[in-house]
């Protein structure tokens, strides 16, 4: 997984080197809590900290954004001729 997106009042952040099933177990273990704070990335590039307050009501989605498929691997040992 490249990253998980989060959409958060309106606005995008980000969480890297985590799984969509342990982000959903936090947020739901937030919400049963009455509330918590999730950490993610404000913004592209520069990375920024920003805590975002989960709990009952809050609307959140997040948005898991696959690794770019993989291009197979040339085999090395086909030569291409000319015309």
Same mark, same amino acid.
Do not use: C, H
């Given at each position: 997984?490249? $990253? *998980? %997106?989060?959409?958060?009042?309106? !606005?995008?952040? /980000?969480?890297?080197?985590?799984? +969509?099933?342990?982000?959903? $177990?936090?947020? #739901? !273990? =937030? +919400?049963?809590?009455?509330?918590?704070?999730? #950490? =993610?990335? %404000?913004?592209?590039?520069? $990375? $920024?900290?920003?805590?975002?307050?989960?709990? @009952?009501? +809050?609307?959140? =989605?997040?948005?898991? *954004?696959? %690794? @770019? @498929? !993989?291009? @197979?691997?040339? %085999?090395? /040992?086909? #030569? /291409?001729?000319?015309?």
């Amino acid at each position: 997984m490249k $990253r *998980i %997106d989060i959409i958060y009042g309106g !606005q995008l952040f /980000s969480v890297g080197g985590r799984t +969509v099933e342990g982000l959903t $177990r936090e947020i #739901t !273990q =937030a +919400v049963a809590d009455n509330g918590g704070w999730l #950490t =993610a990335n %404000d913004g592209e590039g520069e $990375r $920024r900290e920003a805590l975002l307050f989960i709990g @009952p009501g +809050v609307p959140i =989605a997040i948005v898991p *954004i696959p %690794d @770019p @498929p !993989q291009e @197979p691997e040339a %085999d090395a /040992s086909v #030569t /291409s001729l000319g015309p």
